[in-house]
């Protein structure tokens, strides 16, 4: 399953935004294959511009993101976290960053980092005092939160998404119903003239075997007969009609519903 089929992108990178700046963690979502969804979120220069901008740096935080889950402290120093995204129990993809101190740094540790990353142990210690400094609590706290919001997005994306389907054949089935209960009330209605006309000539008949004497007896019977039958039939074919009336109203209704949602 591919975000990307059913999530707004633009609200989810806004989100992604005000999370960020709210929290003061850098953030970006990835999909299962580690594939950038959003464009990253306050990702400091320490990180994107010297640790992850050699060889070693890049492999060193690929090792910390593929081991570690929650909130960690990675290789460079830095509190990091990496939260499942999860719809019907199926990770789809995560949330990952952090890019930020829970103590005031020693510097000599961090120049150790920068010899052997390859980078000038000035310039890193330069762009480290840049990164934000909090309280692990807090970064725990931030990082949750973070992690909870975008899930609760994305589930409530894909069930709009899937739910809009739906309704739409729904919406396809109740024009259908309706088209039926028009032919069966069309059809009722000639069925209803068919029953009067048999009762105009069972009364026809009727007369007839009377003015026939003895002779019309047996078929003044039948006329009696047809007479009966197009009474019943017209009764049955009055029921009908009442219940594709009922039938009709409350499909209305329900249509009116969707057409309002």
Do not use: W
Request: net charge negative; glycine share 8%.
């Amino acid at each position: 399953m591919d975000i990307r089929d059913f999530v707004d992108l633009r609200k989810l990178q806004q989100i992604q935004d005000d999370l960020s700046d709210a929290t003061g963690l850098a953030a970006v979502i990835l999909d299962n294959k580690g594939e950038k969804i959003t464009k990253e979120s306050n990702y400091t220069d320490f990180c994107a511009k010297y640790t992850r901008n050699s060889d070693e740096g890049r492999r060193r935080c690929q090792k910390c993101m593929n081991s570690n889950s929650g909130v960690y402290s990675c290789h460079a120093g830095l509190m990091e976290y990496n939260i499942d995204i999860m719809l019907d129990n199926e990770k789809i993809g995560s949330v990952v960053g952090g890019q930020v101190l829970s103590r005031q740094p020693d510097e000599e540790t961090f120049r150790r980092t920068a010899a052997e990353l390859g980078i000038d142990p000035d310039t890193y210690i330069n762009a480290l005092k840049k990164v934000t400094v909090n309280s692990e609590k807090n970064i725990r706290a931030g990082a949750n939160v973070f992690g909870h919001m975008i899930n609760i997005f994305i589930n409530g994306e894909y069930s709009r998404s899937n739910s809009g389907g739906k309704l739409s054949q729904l919406q396809e089935e109740i024009n259908h119903a309706t088209n039926v209960i028009q032919k069966i009330n069309t059809n009722t209605s000639s069925l209803k003239s068919i029953a009067n006309k048999q009762k105009m000539l069972s009364l026809n008949a009727s007369i007839e075997a009377a003015r026939s004497g003895e002779a019309g007896v047996g078929f003044a019977v039948v006329a009696k007969s047809m007479g009966e039958l197009s009474s019943q039939s017209a009764t049955i074919y009055g029921d009908i009609e009442r219940s594709v009336i009922e039938v009709t109203d409350s499909i209305g209704k329900l249509a009116a519903l969707f057409e309002n949602s």
